[in-house]
């Protein structure tokens, strides 16, 4: 397993060369294996059928006599159907010890939903489930797009009606378009380190600037284009990074004496460039595609003369007003009292009603509890629910440290009440659905996201002691106990 730099603030993810041995969030490269289903035949990715994507579902091993194998393969059976005919790719998990059950029902029909689910065994270390943080009391599906990138985990209760679930999935696949949100992603740069486009929101302009193979010389010299403007493109707060077609060895041989500063993306199987459409005649063609600090594709350069076309897009970034910190576009977002939030400092005041009604005021802990406001994207998500989960297990070590946990989400009141009431959640939920909060704290940079996840301690004096925005979230209860008995809150 690859381990986050700290200052990249990101969760634990796979390398892009790593098997399924990590587990995935969203945005990252889902790299599935060839697999083999109950009936000997080969499952692998299929490009030409998966237009829609790939939809992978896990079963819980945690089954009762309502949630047999059967019983759950039967209420998936008519979905899969209508998955394949929307493109979709289908693959159904099931745990190693529902194996030998499957395979002594042996019927044409179980046959054929062997077939049409394409079912596969997990193996005896759950590495499947492990690699999408599927809960073994739930079903998991995971939606990944055409391009390779996982992009949605919804989990429900097997004892729970899941058909709503399973309705819910739709084609998800993001679609590079001018003035419309970039496609987000998570891939390993050649030193290993991780590059978040999602990161960069609120706070940088991103120029993704696509090359050919640096074997080539004028695919080098458009990489090189951009060597020596790093001042200029620091000064309009932009980060330029290279996606190329080669290997993170081909890239140190042909590129490490060139004293290149900025990320460069190993990408030899051009899921980066698909994504991006940047690709003619099954190779990666020379392509930039400039992004503001709001995520949203502000130019797309087809047009790429490599000796120039650093200066080219700077050029580009003066025209669109990107050349400036202070644009008309982020403006209104500056003027909220984002970067309130400092360690060491009083905890900026709220006060809000939780999905009870109840009034949560900050001011009331003061002298009495610590508090641990914690940020999470969605209810009835995978990663939120293992995020909150890790909390709920630890209940009883928060309270004899004299600590409330308060969760916050931009779900209703509605929602945000029967995710709690699913997974058992105890703790307040707060519904920012106007994102007032989130914004306050720096967990959204403007009114349409939702809140990224973070977690806020703050102690009984209402003094920031911590804020994590590296949210590890199958152990984020454990983490946030440990840091607290560094700091010495209790």
């Known amino acids: 397993m690859v381990l986050a730099p700290k200052a990249h603030s990101l969760p634990t993810t796979p390398s892009i060369q790593s098997g399924v041995n990590s587990p995935m969030v969203e945005g990252a490269f889902a790299p599935l294996p060839p697999l083999v289903n109950l009936n000997g035949k080969a499952w692998k990715r299929d490009v030409e059928k998966e237009a829609a994507g790939i939809i ?40 190693a010890t529902f194996k030998p059950t499957i395979e002594q029902i042996n019927t044409p029909e179980v046959q054929s939903d062997i077939e049409l689910l394409n079912l596969v065994a997990d193996d005896s270390e759950e590495t499947l489930a492990k690699m999408f943080l599927a809960d073994s009391r739930a079903l998991t599906v995971a939606q990944i797009d055409s391009a390779g990138f996982l992009r949605q985990v919804v989990s429900v209760p097997l004892n729970r009606d899941f058909g709503t679930i399973l309705r819910s999935v739709k084609p998800l696949n993001p679609v590079l378009k001018l003035n419309e949100q970039a496609p987000d992603f998570l891939m390993i740069d050649s030193n290993g380190r991780f590059v978040n486009l999602a990161r960069y929101r609120g706070q940088k302009n991103v120029v993704l600037t ?5 074997k080539g010389c004028s695919c080098s010299s458009q990489v090189l284009s951009f060597k020596g403007l790093e001042a200029n493109f620091a000064a309009s707060e932009t ?25 460069m993306i190993p990408d030899p199987q051009s899921h ?16 930039s595609v400039i992004i503001d600090e709001d995520g949203i594709v502000r130019a797309i350069e087809d047009d ?23 644009s008309s576009m982020v403006s209104s977002i500056a003027q909220l009292p984002i970067g309130a939030l400092a360690v060491g400092q009083a905890a900026p005041a ?6 009870n009604g109840q009034a949560r005021t900050l001011a009331d802990l003061k ?65 920012d659905t106007g994102r007032n909060l989130s914004l306050l704290y720096g967990a959204a940079k403007n009114t349409e996201q939702f809140a990224d996840r973070m977690s806020v301690l703050i102690d009984k004096n209402g003094v920031v002691r911590w804020v994590d925005r590296n949210v590890q979230v199958g152990s984020h209860g454990e983490d946030v106990l440990k840091k607290m008995t560094e700091l010495g809150v209790n």
């Not at 980066?272 to 392509?287: F, M, V």
């Open 272 to 287: 980066l460039a698909s994504l991006y459409d940047a690709r003619l005649g099954g190779q990666t063609k020379p392509k």
């Open 210 to 214: 696509f090359g050919g193979d640096v």
């Open 239 to 263: 980060s330029v990074v290279a996606i190329l077609p080669n290997t993170s060895e081909e890239l140190e041989k042909h590129l490490a004496t060139q004293g290149i500063s900025y990320p």
């Open 304 to 326: 790429v003369k490599v000796a120039t076309h650093g200066r080219d897009i700077l050029e580009k970034m003066k025209k669109l007003g990107l050349a400036q910190k202070n």
């Open 56 to 95: 992978v579902v896990i079963i819980g091993a945690s089954s009762t006599p309502q949630t047999t194998p059967a019983t759950i393969v039967a209420q998936l059976r008519e979905q899969a159907s209508q998955w394949k005919q929307q493109n979709f790719n289908v693959l159904t998990v099931i745990p």
């Open 367 to 431: 002298g009495q509890k610590n508090l641990l406001l914690t940020f999470f994207p969605k209810c009835f998500t995978g990663g939120c629910q293992n995020h909150l989960s890790s909390i709920r297990d630890r209940a009883a070590q928060f309270a004899a440290a004299n600590t409330e946990v308060w969760a916050v989400s931009i779900d209703s009141h509605d929602v945000q009440r029967d995710f709690a009431a699913m997974w058992k959640f105890e703790f307040p939920f707060l519904p």
């Open 350 to 355: 709220f006060s809000m009603t939780d999905m």
